[in-house]
């Protein structure tokens, strides 16, 4: 195994193990795969020797492939396998995609050192360096001092998570935890850890039982664990690698000097929409992303969204706006919207804040293209369309039983105080808000 992933899921599955697969080197290149909050992933695959079925569905055909890049399953408990395999000095890449609640930012961008998880994980490993660390980035300082004891040279870590200059975000949580474990440790990890900044992109739903019984019908085979995907894939890359990589450039990998342009046009037109379309389309009863925009009135809030967001990009975006209308389209991808809304306290600060802020400031005709996403949260906080799951909303901080204007502030308060105290921002967002449901 040379490289180590941390967030097992259906997407890491469909995406980096795909490109993995494909490279013309693969059989160089093996992953320990370790799960995120739940161990049944890794029970699954381990009765398969970590191979599963990724199924590939496009308007017109299917295709079904084994994909074997898994070498090794570990669930997240698993502390001791983790800390040895980052100390083994065959390993050179570290990924993960464990969503942007598991960077456990504080409001400074740092880690939230006042976060009661962090604050055990870090006086845990502090006195025990073999200690088990649940969050993110203390199990990653705790990898790497592994890794810095064990003299196995350097490593390059690729944060594969929907964030805006993911790689340095990733950076400064774990150098800050680095720095209350043992500063000579930060100072290693300066100097010895490479830092790849990231964009991903591929519709992943979650695995169903029509996708286990359609791999059986087709192949004539049990898994237990398939993944469906679309055809679409795009992954670009910034940073340096110094430990080597697998060839993925030759799988249709992108490695540029700056991400930033691709990554924003991503942020804002893709995952926007669908944050919009997970809190606002399913209060109009939709289930998926394809029920959804086929839904005159989804469709025009997703247009004004996107019209919004091209008015701030440097990028072209027609094509790019054709390609996902096209992808949204796909009814055989049966993306959820319910799996699309978790955890939007972390999702609206990078995907819609920005642009709102954009708008207000170019005193756009269109803000309200912008404030839809915000004004859908309100409602899907209030208790209307796909549950709530959010690991990062402090709890209570509106409930069902919410007044409506009081929610909106109570909202705009968490994701950007200065507009909470705009009475015109509040006004539109509430009545946006009341339009919705």
Request: glycine share 8%.
């Amino acid at each position: 195994m040379r490289i180590v992933h941390l967030g097992l899921g259906n997407f890491a599955r469909a995406h980096q193990f795909w490109y993995t697969e494909h490279a013309p080197d693969a059989g160089d290149w093996g992953v320990a795969a370790f799960t995120g909050r739940r161990p049944d992933a890794a029970d699954q695959l381990r009765g398969q020797d970590g191979l599963y079925s990724l199924i590939t569905r496009g308007e017109d055909r299917e295709d079904i492939e084994v994909v074997s890049a898994i070498s090794a399953l570990h669930a997240s408990a698993e502390h001791d396998a983790f800390l040895a395999h980052l100390a083994h000095p065959d390993v050179r890449v570290v990924t993960t995609t464990v969503t942007e609640a598991g960077y456990l930012r504080g409001a400074d961008g740092g880690l939230h050192l006042g976060d009661a998880a962090v604050a055990a994980d870090l006086a845990a490993v502090s006195h025990d360096r073999g200690a088990a660390a649940r969050t993110v980035p203390v199990r990653l300082a705790a990898g790497l001092d592994a890794r810095r004891r064990a003299g196995a040279g350097s490593l390059t870590v690729v944060p594969c998570d929907n964030l805006s200059h993911n790689g340095a975000v990733l950076a400064r949580v774990v150098l800050d935890a680095a720095e209350h474990i043992d500063p000579a440790l930060a100072e290693w990890i300066g100097g010895s850890v490479s830092w790849v900044t990231s964009m991903v992109d591929r519709i992943t739903p979650a695995t169903t039982d029509q996708d286990r019984a359609d791999v059986a019908a087709a192949r004539g085979y049990v898994d237990a664990s398939p993944v469906s995907t679309e055809p679409f894939s795009e992954w670009v890359l910034a940073g340096a690698f110094p430990g080597g990589r697998p060839d993925w450039e030759a799988a249709g990998a992108l490695v540029v000097d700056d991400v930033a342009p691709f990554e924003e046009r991503k942020l804002r037109m893709l995952n926007g929409a669908h944050s919009l379309m997970a809190y606002g389309a399913s209060v109009r009863g939709h289930r998926t992303v394809a029920e959804a925009i086929a839904d005159p009135v989804v469709r025009s809030w997703v247009e004004e969204w996107w019209a919004a967001t091209a008015r701030h990009l440097t990028v072209p975006t027609d094509d790019y706006r054709a390609a996902l209308l096209e992808r949204f389209s796909n009814a055989r991808i049966q993306h959820l919207l319910a799996q699309i809304a978790a955890d939007g306290s972390q999702k609206l600060p990078v995907r819609v804040i920005p642009v709102v802020r954009a708008e207000l400031e170019a005193r756009s005709a269109g803000a309200d293209g912008a404030l839809r996403p915000v004004a859908a949260w309100v409602q899907h906080l209030r208790g209307h369309g796909a549950p709530v799951q959010d690991a990062g909303l402090p709890e209570s901080l509106v409930t069902p039983a919410s007044d409506l204007e009081d929610a909106v502030t109570t909202v705009l308060r968490h994701l950007a105080p200065d507009l909470a105290a705009e009475r015109a921002v509040v006004d539109r967002v509430t009545t946006l808000a009341r339009e919705i449901a």
